[in-house]
């Protein structure tokens, strides 16, 4: 791959939980660190669960290969957000990371 075609420019989020006044929890997705993606494959799908059509969009976002853990990190791009379903080294070099995200509706 070359380093040229990471011209996407990606947000990674963390949620954040803080105490509320009602003795809640309130969490929100806070950005934690942006890095540069290619952005490739979009498929559509459709699922059917107790007669409600859900559509299912995921995208392959490659970045540079990151040394810690993605758990629970969101990708928020042009003001949507994605959850990370999985997380591949395809040539186990550690140059990039090709990230599987759905979008969050």
């Known amino acids: 791959m070359n380093i040229g075609e990471l011209k996407h420019k990606i947000s990674l989020i963390k949620e954040e939980t803080s105490p509320s006044s009602t003795r809640f929890t309130t969490s929100t997705w806070t950005e934690w660190k942006k890095v540069w993606a290619k952005m490739e494959k979009e498929k559509r799908s459709k699922i059917i669960l107790n007669e409600q059509i859900t559509e299912n969009r995921t995208i392959l976002f490659?970045?540079?290969?990151?040394?810690?853990?993605?758990?629970?990190?969101?990708?928020?791009?042009?003001?949507?957000?994605?959850?990370?379903?999985?997380?591949?080294?395809?040539?186990?070099?550690?140059k990039f990371l090709v990230l599987s995200a759905s979008e969050v509706v």
């Open 62 to 94: 490659t970045i540079r290969y990151q040394d810690f853990d993605l758990k629970g990190v969101r990708i928020r791009y042009k003001s949507k957000d994605y959850e990370i379903t999985n997380i591949e080294d395809k040539d186990f070099e550690q």
